[in-house]
């Protein structure tokens, strides 16, 4: 049976619902992009950071991405999950995988850069994604530590394809 279709507005705006619930706030992930391309970019402003996670955001990819992700660290907070995956979540097992990989899936439209960045940010956690990383009764972030280093390395591609446009532009 056909049950009536989801607008993306709605969907939006759930994503960003779900992200405030979860004490994350777009400046939190535009910092992020702030620290990963200044050193390219030296002046690069925070508000261009924000615009451009902003439109990472606007891809169903990673709206889609972000609510599997959260709604499972959500449950698995509640103890909803079933053994043997509740603990697995929960204890957020380095072998576990299925993180990094929903959240690589959302990169790949960006291409090489998104996805070098992203496995730097797993690597080195960097902001917000340190402060989700640190286990100490902080509630079930497994899946979100990596959804936030998704959007961060892709918003990360977009604005050094972007700039290298721009550049590109000025000087024909
Ligand atoms: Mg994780």
Same mark, same amino acid.
């Given at each position: 049976m056909m049950s009536e279709r989801v607008h993306s507005k709605d969907v939006k705006a759930a994503v960003m619902r779900k992200l405030e619930e979860r004490g994350v706030s777009l400046v939190d992930i535009a910092e992020i992009v702030l620290a990963m391309q200044s050193p390219y970019y030296?002046? %690069?402003?925070i508000e261009q950071c924000i615009e451009s996670v902003q439109k990472v955001l606007e891809k169903r990819e990673m709206q889609h991405a972000i609510l599997v992700g959260i709604e499972l660290d959500v449950m698995a907070e509640k103890g909803m999950l079933s053994e043997p995956l509740q603990s697995l979540v929960t204890q957020d097992? +380095? %072998?576990?995988g299925c993180d990094e990989t929903l959240a690589l899936g959302s990169v790949l439209g960006y291409g090489s850069i998104a996805v070098t960045t992203f496995g730097h940010l797993d690597k080195h956690k960097v902001g917000i994604i340190k402060r989700l990383d640190?286990? $100490? +009764?902080? +509630? $079930?972030h497994t899946f979100l530590d990596d959804l936030i280093a998704s959007v961060a390395a892709s918003a990360s591609s977009r604005i050094a394809h972007r700039l290298r446009d721009e550049e590109e532009r000025g000087n024909p």
């Open positions: 030296p002046n %690069l402003q097992e +380095g %072998l576990f640190t286990k $100490v +009764g902080n +509630g $079930v």
